[in-house]
């Protein structure tokens, strides 16, 4: 399965060139694969339902296919393979485990109060937050996010302010330094944002530096800073640092994390939600 070219051990070609060949060649591992990148993250339960197979043997499909890195696997599902330079198209990301989100989102809403004032930044999981939050009353709301604007502004118990700055047409984000400094002007109760990336440092990552910039600026602006994010983001890779986990006081997620991140929340004192199933 080896041979030796100057002194050095390699996998033989022909060997990977089967392995890729077997990969491709099994119907119900290319069906799964489609099915994986049509929506950029699965349950194996999910995975099971649509392909009409048994738990195992997606165990087994994705286990494969992971080896051969064409899936990444994460608690509980599985996800296209991550570029560390860029995210995943917004649409994409509207769909992908937004049962979860919901279930974040109910439960954040539960543990805001009525009267005070949030900062709610850039992502799909805080505009599935902004949903939860539509029958608070007296709540003050700061975004640089004009989909949970839009969202709050259904709201007439509820006050909406709008950052200033660049508008990022793909996701209808608002950046910039006009952002950075229109948010210094605030200070909150609780930021509540979402994050593209918890590595297994402790650091928290995303793609787009103007967009790092801002959430950095939001976290300075809050008394309190719960961070949303399901399951798939841990251990994701991304470019660039947002923050840590020591800057966050409630970790809201779908299930829960593997190791190193129980140790780690519990070092940095973050309290962890995990909003389970009903």
Known sequence: ????????????????AFHD???????RQINLLDTVRARGSVTVEQLADMLGVT??????????LADAGLLTRFHGGVRVPSSTTENIGYQQRETL???????????????????????????????????????????R??????????????????????AGGSVRPRDRAVVGEATIDFIRQFKVDIAL?????????????????????????????AREVWLA?????????????LGTLSQIDRLFTDAAPPPPFPDLLHAA??????????
Not at 6 to 11: D, E, I
Not at 146 to 154: K, M, Q
């Open 269 to 278: 004192q973050v309290r962890l939600e995990i909003a389970r199933d009903n």
């Open 229 to 241: 994010a399901d399951a798939s983001k841990f251990n994701r890779p991304a470019m660039i640092q």
């Open 55 to 64: 738990l195992q043997t997606v165990r087994r499909d994705v286990q494969r």
């Open 21 to 27: 060949a077997s990969v491709n060649s099994n119907p």
């Open 1 to 16: 399965y080896q041979r030796r070219v100057h002194g050095a051990c390699t996998l033989d070609p022909s060997l990977s």
């Open 97 to 139: 485990n937004a049962d979860g989100k919901a279930r974040i989102a109910r439960r954040v809403a539960e543990l805001v109060p009525n009267d005070c004032s949030l900062i709610l930044n850039i992502g799909t999981t805080t505009e599935a937050i902004a949903k939860a939050l539509m029958r608070h009353t007296g709540l």
């Open 141 to 162: 709301v700061i975004t640089n996010n004009l989909n949970v604007a839009t969202i709050l502004s259904g709201n007439t118990a509820c006050e909406v302010i709008v």
């Open 193 to 221: 944002i979402g994050v593209s990336s918890i590595e297994a440092d402790g650091s928290l990552r995303d793609f787009d530096l103007r967009e790092v910039k801002v959430a950095q600026t939001i976290i300075a602006q």
